[in-house]
């Protein structure tokens, strides 16, 4: 059984860094394509990051620059290091994996995903 938890979110002001944590147990995590998502308040899911079985990355354009993904499979962890935090950033952060892609940017081809981490970032 594949679960993913996501964790390092909270508040924060404009400008400011932060870095997120997603843990991942069960599942061949080496063979996984991994990404980053967030739901704004009243918005639906869009991509943040994506990092390939052979760690390549993909970003979409709004976080060039200044996001961040990473993986490491001692212990089983991806992140995502943001910085130049904008109050556009705010939303709810979500990994997730996908272990039949060597990579993949759209939400609704990703059948596992953790809960959540509340990120907010204030002007």
């Known amino acids: 059984q594949v679960q993913l938890v996501e964790t390092g979110g909270g508040l924060a002001q404009a400008g400011d860094s932060l870095t997120l944590s997603c843990v991942v147990s069960g599942g061949n995590f080496a063979g996984f394509a991994m990404a980053w998502f967030r739901e704004a308040p009243g918005k639906e899911r869009e991509f943040v990051a994506a990092i390939s079985w052979s760690h390549g990355v993909y970003y979409a354009d709004s976080v060039k620059g200044r996001f961040t993904i990473s993986r490491a499979t001692g212990p089983k962890t991806m992140w995502l290091k943001m910085t130049n935090l904008k109050p556009e950033d705010t939303a709810t952060y979500y990994c997730?994996?996908?272990?039949?892609?060597?990579?993949?940017?759209?939400?609704?081809?990703?059948?596992?995903w953790g809960q959540g981490t509340q990120v907010t970032v204030s002007s």
């Open positions: 997730a994996a996908d272990s039949t892609r060597p990579i993949e940017t759209v939400a609704a081809n990703f059948p596992f």
